[in-house]
């Protein structure tokens, strides 16, 4: 069973950081692109950042370059999305997912495979 549990959400003061992390067992990962995704209240899914299993190459949406890491730990089978400089409108439940996406294609974006699981919350204050 493919399974991708997120951790480490909270409140969070704006300018503050939070790491969080998402592990993954029930597939090979190393074969498969991971790609953190968050949702806001009353909004759409958002694909926030991904990472090939080709070649490691890295995609960040733009409301979060320059903030946001992503990166991978492959003997633990787990994903890190370091976030710094948070913002308010940062404020969602963020997921993980098996991740399909046109590398190196600048304007294409993260997409899910997976459904969704039950995420984590984040919350920034002002």
């Known amino acids: 069973e493919v399974q991708l549990v997120e951790s480490g959400g909270g409140l969070v003061q704006a300018g503050g950081s939070l790491r969080l992390s998402c592990a993954a067992s029930?597939?090979?990962?190393?074969?498969?692109?991971i790609g953190w995704f968050r949702q806001a209240p009353g909004k759409e899914h958002e694909g926030v950042s991904c990472?090939?299993?080709?070649?490691?190459?890295?995609y960040y949406a733009d409301s979060v370059k320059g903030r946001f890491t992503l990166s991978s730990d492959n003997a633990k089978n787990t994903v890190y999305l370091q976030m710094n400089s948070l913002k308010p409108e940062d404020t969602a439940v963020y997921y993980c997912?098996?991740?399909?996406?046109?590398?190196?294609?600048?304007?294409?974006?993260?997409?899910?495979?997976?459904?969704w699981g039950q995420g984590t919350l984040v919350t920034v204050s002002s």
């Open positions: 997912a098996r991740t399909w996406k046109k590398w190196p294609d600048e304007s294409s974006e993260c997409n899910a495979l997976d459904a």
């Open positions: 990472i090939s299993s080709r070649d490691g190459s890295l």
């Open positions: 029930g597939f090979v990962f190393d074969d498969y692109d």
